[in-house]
């Protein structure tokens, strides 16, 4: 029996990777990471150091466009109600890798307790794939006892720039399409050329509508990510937070 983890270059599907390989072994684990072409360089520095960790190489797979190709390429406005990029660059190549392995195959996915209802929508997506199981390592008892950032740091490893700079995920180079204005203000203050170059094309690809939208007073209206650079002097950051701040991409729905 094989078992894939998806890893997404985050913290929890890395610890879930180690739980795999502690209970069904190097030679049964494939360790699989879907590269959006828009990660942070310390991303790849992370998955390095968890490969000597681990002892093991991960398999890196890659669509071979970034997520503003793909909402160019399907003509879309991308954000968190219409992420196509997580389908095609992620979950679509995970189904490709899953139909290319002999059968059964258990793909094993990071998501937590905290994140259980969200264990619903891959389990019915990959399990369509007939001898394919998906399995949460997270959720086996007992949970991970402590903070995953800590279990990292236990392997000598250190953890990605990303959560240091504040950042909930290490996904994308902190420039997730589906993330809310507060992460959006977040990335313009840590990486302000990252911020402009989607402030740019937005500018010149959506057609008057925006990946953010303003709910001021109750009112929905486009926001666009130069506008926010404008006003974001006014902000805390703490102010902002809103639900598409926690959000979940790796190869779950
Ligand atoms: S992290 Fe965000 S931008 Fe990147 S692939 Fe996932 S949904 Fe798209």
Request: net charge neutral.
């Amino acid at each position: 029996l094989r078992h894939v983890v998806s890893l997404s270059g985050g913290l929890s599907s890395a610890v879930a990777a180690s739980r795999v390989i502690h209970r069904y072994g190097k030679e049964a684990t494939t360790l699989w990471f879907a590269d959006t072409l828009w990660e942070d360089e310390d991303l790849y520095r992370f998955l390095e150091d968890l490969e000597k960790w681990f002892g093991m190489t991960i398999v890196h797979q890659a669509k071979g466009i970034t997520p503003l190709q793909v909402a160019e390429n399907n003509h879309i406005i991308p954000c968190n109600f219409m992420a196509l990029c997580s389908k095609e660059l992620k979950q679509w190549e995970c189904k490709k890798l899953l139909k290319g392995f002999e059968k059964p195959v258990t793909l094993h996915l990071g998501l937590d307790w905290t994140e259980e209802h969200r264990t619903i929508a891959p389990k019915s997506a990959y399990e369509q794939i007939k001898g394919v199981i998906v399995d949460f390592p997270l959720l086996w008892i007992p949970f991970e006892p402590w903070d995953y950032d800590k279990v990292v740091e236990s392997w000598g490893i250190k953890i990605p720039r990303l959560y240091k700079l504040g950042f909930s995920h290490n996904n994308c180079g902190g420039r997730c399409v589906r993330q809310g204005a507060k992460e959006w203000v977040r990335l313009y203050r840590t990486f302000p050329e990252r911020y402009r170059e989607v402030a740019k094309w937005e500018r010149e690809h959506t057609k008057g509508r925006s990946i953010l939208e303003s709910r001021k007073g109750g009112v929905e209206k486009p926001l666009f990510l130069d506008e926010l650079e404008m006003t974001q002097g006014e902000y805390k950051l703490d102010m902002l937070g809103v639900v598409e701040d926690h959000y979940a991409c790796l190869c779950s729905y």
